[in-house]
Every structure is written in C-alpha cells, then in structure tokens.
C-alpha cells in the first residue's frame, strides 16, 4: 500500500533554506559540486561525484519529495479508490477530513450496500458499526433562502454506472436527465434514502 503522502508547509521548507550554507560572494559563479576539490570524484565519469557511503555509486540528487508524489498514480486513474491521500494543506489548519452521516430505517441493508456494492473500504468502529472511507470529495456553495446540506456521488460515466448498479440490486427513482450541471439521475439506498448520483460537466475539484 502506497504510504500516506506526507503534509506540505511551507515554514519547512523556509528553514531548511534559512539553514543552508551561505553562499561566498569571492567564490566563482559557476562553481558546482562536482568540480569542487572536496568531494570526491568518479574515476569513470569525473564530472560526477561520487557517494562516499559507496564509492562506487554517483550521489543520488533526487529529491525525495518529488519521487513520491511522481510515484502516485493520478486520482483520476482507476487506483483512484485503493490509495490513502493526504493532500497539503494550509499550515495549522486543524480540518483534516470529512465525515458524513446517511439515516436510515435499515442501517444493516445501506452498509451492506457500501461495503459489497460500493465496495468502500471500511473500519469497523465496534459491532459491525461501519465507517466507509469515501472517494476523494469537493464541497461547493450555494444560495440559498435556507440552510441546507446534501450529498451527491459523482461518476465518470452514468449509463454504464446505473447499468452495474442495478444488476448489483441498487435502485433508481426515474430516468437519467440532462442538467446545467451534469446528467443526473435518482438513487434510492435501503431504508428509502435518497442520494443524487451525476456525471459531472462542471469542473470538478478533484
């Protein structure tokens, strides 16, 4: 399992900066590394220096940070679903996730559905009380004369999604229908919940 991608603050990196060694004004500017006296050399390849853990190994210059991130499949790939991710965020701000609540009359019946048919991945919180770990999410803002809150599930195509969901028992209230902002249609989760599922033509924060 790909590991959590460590957080970003941008306090690091300006001490790391702050830290370095001072550049010596008298020093010629096109000095580097690896024509500097004090570093060994590659007697195969004299323009690189050598690691001196292992002298015959050039100094690895990658920075670890960036191989990690370049090794991370897209979110937008099919792994999208199977790696734990987290992303940078403001530095200090104590907001690290989302948490998301369904009411149901049959609790049993909707997790079961997440779980087998979703195939969300899980932790049990104690007795078969499930907490699903959603898809990666984004949050928008509109007017409204009310307070209100909801939740919609996206997909990247919405014929073939409700066509395996409802082999899979899942049901839908309706037709799929052309919106402003996506194709969306109606699904009905046990317990009579009822959850907009879409085909995105926004943009998405994802």
Same mark, same amino acid.
């Given at each position: 399992?790909?590991?959590?991608?460590?957080?970003?603050?941008?306090? =690091?990196?300006?001490?790391?900066?702050? &830290? %370095? @060694? #001072?550049?010596? !004004?008298?020093?010629?500017? +096109?000095?580097? /590394? $690896?024509?500097?006296?004090?570093?060994?050399?590659?007697?195969? =390849?004299?323009?690189?220096?050598?690691? &001196? %853990? @292992? #002298?015959?190994? !050039?100094?690895?210059?990658? +920075?670890?940070? /960036? $191989?990690?991130?370049?090794?991370?499949?897209?979110?937008?790939? =099919?792994?999208?679903?199977?790696?734990?991710?987290?992303? #940078?965020?403001? !530095?200090?701000?104590?907001?690290?996730?989302?948490? $998301?609540?369904?009411?149901?009359?049959?609790?049993?019946?909707?997790?079961?559905?997440?779980?087998?048919?979703?195939?969300?991945?899980?932790?049990?919180?104690?007795?078969?009380?499930?907490?699903?770990?959603?898809?990666?999410?984004?949050?928008?803002?509109?007017?409204?004369?009310?307070?209100a809150h909801e939740i919609s599930f996206m997909c990247d195509d919405l014929t073939a999604t409700v066509t395996e969901l409802s082999a899979k028992g899942v049901q839908f209230d309706g037709a799929p229908e052309v919106q402003g902002f996506g194709t969306v249609i109606t699904m009905v989760l046990p317990g009579g919940v009822r959850a907009?599922?879409?085909?995105?033509?926004?943009?998405?924060?994802?």
């Amino acid at each position: 399992m790909t590991p959590p991608r460590a957080r970003w603050d941008i306090n =690091d990196q300006r001490d790391r900066d702050e &830290s %370095a @060694d #001072p550049i010596d !004004p008298n020093e010629p500017a +096109d000095r580097t /590394e $690896a024509n500097d006296a004090t570093l060994p050399i590659d007697s195969a =390849d004299p323009t690189l220096p050598i690691d &001196s %853990a @292992d #002298p015959t190994l !050039p100094i690895d210059r990658t +920075d670890p940070f /960036e $191989a990690m991130l370049s090794s991370e499949p897209s979110l937008h790939s =099919d792994q999208r679903d199977a790696i734990p991710t987290i992303m #940078p965020t403001v !530095p200090g701000m104590a907001i690290i996730g989302t948490h $998301a609540l369904l009411y149901t009359s049959e609790p049993d019946a909707l997790r079961a559905v997440l779980r087998d048919v979703f195939g969300w991945h899980h932790v049990d919180a104690h007795d078969g009380w499930l907490i699903f770990r959603l898809p990666p999410a984004e949050l928008g803002v509109h007017p409204a004369e009310a307070p209100a809150h909801e939740i919609s599930f996206m997909c990247d195509d919405l014929t073939a999604t409700v066509t395996e969901l409802s082999a899979k028992g899942v049901q839908f209230d309706g037709a799929p229908e052309v919106q402003g902002f996506g194709t969306v249609i109606t699904m009905v989760l046990p317990g009579g919940v009822r959850a907009l599922l879409y085909e995105p033509r926004h943009p998405v924060a994802i």
